[in-house]
């Protein structure tokens, strides 16, 4: 019995003494070798991440590791590490530039002025460097051919089509208190209505009897489409026309509403505290590139470089300039309380009883 | 009539017989080592976390939210939340039960294929029941729309509840079945010689003395279900529960303390019907393992039970095989109910690369969480059952609130609580247990989330188990000399193994199948399965998705049926003859 107990109380010392009580080095980022390989907080979809972080690696001999989390999980998990010796991940790539917005105000992202940056659209970028956008994603109609033909409508060029009584119980949105997606519609449907809230909440009320569900996932309604749940959706183009560019399925169309589309920017910034700063930074200057650009194309999300270039274009042969931006659209939403807008719709929308 | 009432009236007059108590002495030094050791276990895995988290609920934008608890808002999604929690609770228990009862007294044919296939359930990974039931029972759903032409819409509380009901049963079934094997037959015997009929032995005794397992199985349900959060993502629809508000604050308001304040209300209803369980089940003790020799149970075969009861269980097993068939063949095809084409692509996807990588990492962390959830779980029901006078319920709802806080808090308390390293000037007193930079590439904190979702079933299910012993056989063992961890390793363990086989079981899946949780404290280095699940999902490839969750519950369920072999009677046999040989060959023990 005894010596079963300091046997085993040797073996618990021998397993905490080394961990426990060493002296911590200071960190010295500014040493470490930008080849010594970088760790990404990546916002976009699993095989975006793989393909494009293995192109960089190829063209940068780079090493690049990545863990995949939503936007708002990324930053509650750099808020997790604030203040500690060194952070978890030195890039954050992905995500709307919205997050980037919020972590840049909570201290958490590292200024970085790419030199890449002057070919960036001024409006997708952060004045002081702490993010800079690198793609844009238009969101618009997302809809069924062969729903719209038995339902005898016409191909939709209006965001008013998602009003139309013929589409009854045939409408998914993503509510837009969890989902970028779900936001970004609420917020084009608000700068259509000059950000007049109450004229965009009636005209969500006006949608409401048409839908079957506000779902908790952005990527739910397109799947709900497909499944052939409902007739149409809104959605950002590239995951729509990722249905019959990547998936083969002819029956999904897009289109966007003539009235100006709003749309969502992937953005790219350096973690504060970063072990590798000189990674991060090289990894930047490559994200805001054509090459970048051609890897997330190439994987089958056909969206809009945000720098400026003769002939950028989507994949698809549609180019910026193709597209009805909705001028007055700000993609940061920073005038708006993103908060209490979704409360609002959580109160005021989604329960509402429909006969 | 008559008969029913002099029965009554007899039964006013006899004063309820109480289970004999142990009498809780003063706890011995091995005992105290013990408790000591589970009270800082249980610290570092669940308080410690929850502490760093539930702090910034009461932080100002925390009290934002915390003070809107009366708002209407609020209050809808509270009493969503209990509702849901109830109809579970009792739903499943209840067709546990039924089910549990089918298998141990009415007498059919294929008991043990019934049994596997009422365990399959307990492998639920995030989204796959959901999914194969909206793509069976949706709108446009094969059987609704393709057999029966009807388009139900199943988003919000029937169909949520229904799946809820289906995924979480076989925990009530396990519980139940264990305590009814346990039942004393010569019990319904001697009902049966006072001329009760079938029917009043069963409701008079047999459901008396179920009533632990019954509160048991309801509070578990009940935490389950309000808890759950990727079924209510995919079924809610437009209806709101807190588990979804939390995660809706942290995704989508970017607001953590709101979050916690959340997962603060969701602990009032998780510690109400705790407390309601414990106080009725104090009162209502019975012992029926009480080391006296017992009869043979004589199986039903009246076709007035048996054909109700064997009906309902055939649509409980076909519900089973339809939805778990869709996720087997939606492995092979590229979009089940929209592309049926055959493939092959999917297995190949996942067997190559960082699939089969998140699928060994998975593996091997789950095989590493699941003996240390099941016997830390055993230690504390033993404890709470048997040594502890004060503090027992305490350390029994301890225990509990690994499951009762929503997934996604509980992994951002991870995150906070050990991503960084404690360092007190120069010196690490602590290394970080959990993310990147963690050591052992943050697999400790996976582990230890893995511990701490699955502690709470193991721990139910060893209260109830030892609940049903009788303290006389502690006694007996106490006066033959035997010190308490004797008596614990000697006669209780063995006496439990069906609740310590349940309480693996569930470690096991429940490890392999955990996500919320695991984002804020996944790295690089690994990959588990179930994120890798939801990124098919999301990126529309159900056909990966369900490729992915046929190998895992493959998996799961040969693991399980490793360790029921290694509990079953035969292995125990033959260990304990092993064990009685080299007893005889040292004659001087150790």
Redesign the interface.
């Known amino acids: 019995?005894k010596i079963r107990t300091i046997v085993g109380a040797a073996a618990g010392m021998a397993l905490v003494f080394p961990?426990?009580?060493?002296?911590?080095e200071a960190a010295d980022p500014s040493g470490v070798e930008a080849s010594a390989g970088i760790?990404v907080a990546c916002g976009n979809?699993?095989?975006l991440c793989?393909s494009v972080l293995t192109e960089f690696t190829e063209s940068t001999g780079i090493p690049a590791?990545?863990?995949?989390?939503?936007?708002?999980?990324a930053?509650?998990?750099l808020?997790?590490?604030k203040?500690?010796?060194?952070?978890?991940?030195d890039v954050w790539w992905g995500g709307p530039v919205e997050?980037f917005v919020?972590a840049t105000e909570a201290d958490l992202l590292a200024s970085y002025l790419s030199p890449e940056r002057d070919n960036i659209q001024e409006s997708l970028r952060d004045a002081d460097g702490y993010w800079t956008g690198y793609v844009l994603n238009p969101n618009g109609i997302c809809y069924s051919v062969s729903a719209f033909d038995e339902l005898g409508l016409d191909a939709p060029t209006s965001w008013d089509t998602f009003l139309d009584p013929a589409l009854s119980?045939n409408v998914a949105t993503s509510?837009?208190?969890?989902?970028g997606t779900g936001?970004g519609f609420i917020t084009t449907i608000l700068a259509l209505n000059d950000n007049d809230e109450d004229a965009m909440f009636d005209w969500m009320l006006d949608m409401h009897p048409n839908v079957?569900?506000?779902?908790?996932?952005g990527?739910?309604p397109?799947?709900m489409l497909?499944?052939?749940?409902v007739a149409a959706v809104p959605a950002f183009a590239s995951v729509c026309e990722?249905?019959h560019v990547v998936?083969?399925?002819d029956d999904i169309a897009f289109a966007y509403p003539e009235e100006g589309v709003g749309f969502e920017v992937g953005g790219t910034a350096v973690v504060a505290g970063a072990?590798n700063p000189a990674g991060a930074e090289a990894f930047t200057d490559w994200a805001l590139g054509q090459e970048a650009f051609d890897a997330y194309v190439n994987t089958g999300y056909n969206v809009f470089p945000a720098f400026v270039g003769e002939g950028a274009n989507n994949g698809l042969g549609q180019t910026v300039d193709d597209i009805p931006w909705l001028a007055s659209f700000d993609p940061t939403a920073s005038e708006y309380d993103?908060?209490e807008l979704?409360?609002r719709f959580?109160?005021d929308v989604?329960?509402t009883p429909v006969d | 009539m008559t008969l029913i009432a002099e029965v009554e009236s007899l039964r006013a007059e006899i004063p309820p017989v109480k289970a004999p108590q142990l009498k809780k002495r003063k706890l011995d030094r091995v005992t105290r080592l013990i408790l000591i050791a589970i009270v800082l276990i249980i610290a570092a895995l669940v308080l410690w976390p929850l502490y760093s988290i539930l702090r910034e609920g009461f932080s100002a934008q925390g009290l934002e939210v915390l003070g809107s608890l009366s708002s209407?808002?609020t209050l809808?999604i509270i009493g969503n939340t209990l509702l849901l929690g109830a109809v579970v609770g009792a739903g499943g228990t209840l067709v546990g039960f039924i089910m549990a009862y089918a298998q141990a007294r009415v007498q059919f044919r294929g008991k043990r294929l019934l049994h596997l296939i009422a365990l399959l359930p307990i492998v639920s990974p995030p989204f796959a029941v959901a999914t194969a039931f909206?793509?069976l029972f949706?709108?446009?759903g094969i059987i609704s729309s393709g057999v029966f032409g009807l388009t139900p819409?199943v988003?919000g509380l029937p169909g949520l509840s229904f799946v809820l009901m289906f995924s979480f049963f076989p925990v009530a079934y396990m519980n139940m079945l264990g305590m009814l094997r346990n039942l004393d037959p010569s019990l319904d015997e001697a009902s049966a010689s006072l001329g009760a009929t079938r029917f009043k032995t069963f409701w008079r005794v047999t459901v008396p003395m179920l009533l632990p397992g019954f509160a048991a199985s309801f509070l578990l349900l009940f935490v389950e279900a309000i808890a759950d959060l990727a079924n209510?993502?995919?079924l809610?629809?437009?209806f709101?529960v807190l588990s979804?508000r939390a995660?809706?604050a942290?995704?989508?308001?970017?607001?953590?303390p709101?979050a916690s304040a959340y997962a603060i209300m969701l602990l009032v209803p998780a510690l109400l019907v705790f407390l309601v369980q414990r106080y009725w089940v104090s009162r209502t003790n019975v012992t029926t393992v009480t080391g006296k020799p017992a009869g043979r149970v004589s199986l039903i075969t009246s076709p007035l039970a048996r054909i109700p009861i064997l009906t309902f269980v055939g649509l409980v097993i076909t519900t089973i095989v339809l939805i778990y068939g869709t996720v087997a063949v939606g492995g092979f095809v590229?979009?089940l109910?929209?592309?049926n084409t055959f493939t092959l692509a999917n297995y190949q996807y996942i067997l190559g690369g960082?699939g089969s990588d998140a699928i060994l990492t998975t593996t091997l962390l789950a095989v590493v969480a699941t003996p240390i959830a099941a016997v830390i779980g055993m230690t504390v029901s033993w404890l709470v059952v048997r040594k502890l006078t004060k503090g027992s319920g305490a350390m029994d709802f301890l225990a509990m609130l690994g499951l009762a806080v929503p997934g996604t808090v509980l992994g951002?308390g991870y995150?906070?609580a050990y991503?960084?390293?404690w360092?007190v000037g120069?010196?690490?007193?602590?290394?970080?247990l959990a993310?990147?930079?963690a050591?052992l590439g943050g697999t400790v904190g996976i582990v230890m989330v893995f511990v701490t979702r699955s502690l709470p079933t193991s721990v139910r299910s060893g209260v109830a188990a030892i609940q049903q012993i009788s303290p006389a056989i502690d006694e007996a063992a106490t006066s033959l000399g035997a010190n308490s961890v004797t008596t614990f390793r000697t006669i209780t363990l063995p006496l439990i193994r069906a609740a310590l086989l349940t309480g693996l079981t569930y470690a096991f899946a429940r490890s392999m199948t955990t996500l919320s949780p695991i984002?804020?404290i996944?790295?690089?280095?690994t990959k588990i399965m179930t994120?890798?699940i939801l990124?098919?999902?999301?990126?529309?490839k159900?056909g990966i998705a369900f490729a992915y969750c046929s190998v895992l519950i493959i998996l799961v369920m040969s693991v399980i049926g490793l360790i029921s072999f290694l509990t079953s009677d035969k292995f125990y046999r033959i260990a304990s003859a092993w064990r009685w040989r080299e007893t005889i060959q040292q004659p001087k023990g150790?």
């Open positions: 019995m961990l426990a009580g060493c002296v911590v760790t979809i699993e095989e793989e590791n990545y863990v995949r989390m939503s936007g708002g999980e930053l509650a998990r808020e997790s590490t203040g500690a010796a060194s952070a978890e991940f997050s919020a119980k509510h837009p208190a969890t989902s936001f079957l569900q506000y779902t908790q996932s990527s739910a397109v799947q497909v499944r052939g749940e990722r249905e998936n083969g399925n072990s993103r908060g979704a409360e959580d109160t989604a329960p | 209407p808002t809808r909206i793509t949706s709108r446009n819409n988003y209510p993502l995919v809610g629809g437009n709101t979804t995660y809706m942290i995704n989508g308001e970017f607001n953590v709101g590229s979009y109910g929209v592309d960082i951002i995150a906070v991503n960084k390293a360092i120069d010196y690490m007193l602590f290394p970080a993310g990147g930079a050591i984002i804020f996944t790295t690089p280095q994120s890798q990124g098919s999902v999301e990126s529309g159900f150790r």
